[in-house]
T-cell receptor, first 115, second 115 residues
Framework: AQSVTQPDIHITVSEGASLELRCNYS??????LFWYVQSPGQGLQLLLK??????LVQGIKGFEAEFKRSQSSFNLRKPSVHWSDAAEYFC?????????????FGRGTSLIVHP | SQTIHQWPATLVQPVGSPLSLECTVE??????LYWYRQAAGRGLQLLFY??????ISSEVPQNLSASRPQDRQFILSSKKLLLSDSGFYLC??????????????FGSGTRLTVV
């Protein structure tokens, strides 16, 4: 069965600092990978996704992620964090089940931004 | 454009009472539909997914059930709520098969508190 591990429950950074959120997945086939962001009390918003092709993908709000098959990782990065980036971040893998791709999410990483 | 509606936004229910949460999708047909529960510090747990009317898969044994009476309507129910059913419930949809450019789209969630 597929799984997603986000090893960091909380990450604290200063505004303007760079950010990297870690994500490792376990899946026996070509993974479809996603990063979502959730503001308090809200639903999830898609930041970026990887299906195939270039392993460095660009997303919204200045985020990017790099797929590394050899490390089974899909880490999310941002060069300069803004206070508004404080939120919960979820990594997910879409695993093929029959003719559909069912998403499994990690437990999330809470990003705290200090002024 | 496609939209997803989820209601109610907030619900407080006594232990032993029934539950019905509704989710509808507009602007698409034959979507895959999902129910997730988010408990504090535990990430997103997939409860049910549906690839069509009367085609519902349960991921976790629990006190809940799901139904899909219409193509774009997904209902989460319980006959008798438990305290442990408290949490944030999210509905989501995706296109059939390959997730596509938008991945999985989430509703704004229902905060359920069982007292």
């Amino acid at each position: 069965a597929q799984s997603v591990t986000q090893p960091d429950i909380h990450i604290t950074v200063s505004e303007g600092a760079s950010l990297e959120l870690r994500c490792n997945y376990s899946y026996g086939a070509t993974p479809y990978l996603f990063w979502y962001v959730q503001s308090p009390g809200q639903g999830l918003q898609l930041l970026l996704k990887y299906f195939s092709g270039d392993t460095l993908v660009q997303g919204i709000k200045g985020f990017e992620a790099e797929f590394k098959r050899s490390q089974s990782s899909f880490n999310l990065r941002k060069p300069s964090v803004h206070w508004s980036d404080a939120a919960e971040y979820f990594c997910a893998v879409g695993a093929r089940t029959g003719g559909s791709y069912i998403p499994t999410f990690g437990r999330g990483t809470s990003l705290i931004v200090h002024p | 454009s496609q939209t997803i509606h989820q209601w109610p936004a907030t619900l407080v229910q006594p232990v032993g009472s029934p539950l019905s949460l509704e989710c509808t999708v507009e602007g698409t047909s034959n979507p895959n539909l999902y129910w997730y529960r988010q408990a504090a510090g535990r990430g997103l747990q997939l409860l049910f997914y549906s690839i069509g009317i009367d085609q519902i898969s349960s991921e976790v044994p629990q006190n809940l059930s799901a139904s899909r009476p219409q193509d774009r309507q997904f209902i989460l129910s319980s006959k008798k709520l438990l305290l442990s059913d408290s949490g944030f419930y999210l509905c989501a949809w995706s296109v059939k098969g390959y997730p596509g450019g938008d991945g999985y789209t989430f509703g704004s969630g229902t905060r359920l508190t069982v007292v």
